[in-house]
């Protein structure tokens, strides 16, 4: 095959991508390398099999294949050589292991790509390296670090006017503030990123729109997250992204379960889980497992909710990831305490205390804090947990500076019980 055919099978590839012809873009993406394998030595054929290696990894990775992506990225890694092509590999395969729940692979391979770019004194490869370090270190609950590094990345891409690496930036940067519980930072970056992404495209526009909206939901402004969560769920729809559907999926779910349509909710949960689990979306499935553990617990259905607390708990075991440990012990203690087993649930409540405070999950610390005061039989000890609840909630509302959002979230019912609690009414 010579350089022009396999050229314009290159863009016959992409062309497919771009009218969301998925499978034909992945035949011809299978026939382009099959038909320049004794080629390497040619630099211009080199180059366009790199991008047809780098574009099938993201095709599969999109359609829920993780295992192709991962073998993908590899190939890039080793037709890359010790250049620039390699740095990307590096973080293309440093980033893969970060989605099937490998982090510290993942961290090894971005050090890796950083040393390599510090090396070559390739800046947009540092950046980078440094944006998905700090995405890395999220799953491991390394929180501080992450934005410390996040930070690094978004200096670094401002200075190079990579608008796509500044709204990754921006968004990494808003889960980071969401799970230390400083949700007006989180707002911020996201809305930061949002004008970046709808210049670059839907796909970007759907992750942004799916954060921005998670982060109105944990401040109980469900039906401004459902705004977000609609328009991020037609746009995943609408571009076949099955692997950014499931997690938009779950967050519309949850929106729809907090504004009383349980039913409803419920069925886009079950359809994330699904979703999640035919993608290889691993962080999804636990955040889902989490979401149909607290649903259950409300509906009664205690057993259920203890089925899906014990898988949730599995998986977290299994990537090491102690956010995701915390979740686990907040619904098993949740279970504890309907069954009437309140050691139980105090013991599970302890732990999941100690993970959140090492993984600086305030959103969760409120909510582990009011469940040991409720259970409490010392009325003292009751009132203490309560004021360290009422106090993480204070924390997390006195910088919001949109004053309708602050006003929302502390009268909402769950936080104005425990801001009443605290202060010793009924």
């Known amino acids: 095959m010579d350089i022009h055919q396999t050229n314009e099978l290159l863009a016959q590839a992409a062309a497919a991508r771009g009218e969301n012809n998925h499978p034909l873009a992945r035949k011809l993406y299978a026939r382009l390398l099959a038909n320049t394998p004794n080629q390497l030595n040619d630099p211009a054929i080199k180059e366009i099999r790199l991008a047809a290696l780098r574009d099938l ?11 192709a992506a991962l073998a993908s990225y590899q190939q890039y890694y080793l037709e890359a050589g010790t250049s620039k092509d390699a740095v990307e590999a590096l973080v293309l395969l440093g980033t893969q292991y970060n989605r099937i729940n490998q982090y510290r692979q993942a961290l090894e391979t971005f050090q890796e790509a950083l040393e390599l770019a510090q090396a070559l004194n390739y800046t947009a490869g540092r950046a980078k390296a440094l944006q998905e370090t700090g995405g890395a270190q999220q799953y491991l609950g390394r ?3 992450s934005i410390s590094n996040l930070n690094k990345a978004l ?16 968004n990494w940067l808003g889960i980071a503030y969401m799970a230390l519980g400083a ?10 990123g949002l004008p970046w992404a709808r210049q670059i495209g839907k796909r970007e526009t759907t992750v942004t729109l799916n954060n921005l909206g998670e982060c109105y939901q944990s401040l109980f402004d469900m039906e401004q997250a459902l705004v977000f969560h609609q328009e991020g769920l037609a746009l995943a729809r609408e571009l076949n992204l099955r692997y950014s559907e499931s997690d938009v999926t779950r967050n519309l779910g949850f929106d729809l379960w907090r504004l009383g349509r349980v039913e409803e909710g ?15 979306n691993p962080d999804v499935e636990l955040q889902t497992l989490y979401s149909l553990a607290l649903v259950k617990i409300e509906q009664g259905e205690t057993e259920k909710a203890h089925e899906f ?19 686990a012990l907040h619904v098993s203690g949740l279970y504890h305490e309907k069954q009437g ?9 302890q732990e999941a205390l100690f993970l959140a405070h090492e993984t600086s999950r305030r959103m969760l610390l409120w909510q582990l804090h009011a469940a040991l005061a409720r259970i ?17 909630i204070q924390q997390i509302a006195y910088p919001i500076q949109d004053e309708g959002l602050c006003e929302k979230f502390l009268h909402a019912p769950p936080i104005r019980a425990i801001l009443r609690a605290a202060e010793g009414g009924d």
């Open 57 to 67: 990894g993201e095709l599969c990775r999109l359609l829920g294949d993780q295992e």
């Open 143 to 145: 929180m501080e670090e």
């Open 155 to 170: 200096s670094l891409f401002e200075q190079l006017g990579d608008g796509l690496g500044l709204m990754q930036t921006y």
């Open 183 to 192: 949700v007006d930072k989180a707002i911020f970056s996201l809305k930061e």
């Open 266 to 280: 419920l069925e886009y949960l079950n359809q994330a889980l699904a979703l999640s689990q035919e993608t290889g």
């Open 309 to 327: 607390a014990r898988r949730l708990k599995a998986l977290a075991e299994a990537a090491n990831t102690r956010g995701y440990m915390a979740d």
């Open 341 to 349: 087993e309140m050691a139980l649930a105090q013991q599970m409540w």
């Open 376 to 392: 409490s039989e010392n009325p003292a000890l009751s009132r203490v947990h309560y004021r360290i609840a009422a106090e993480v």
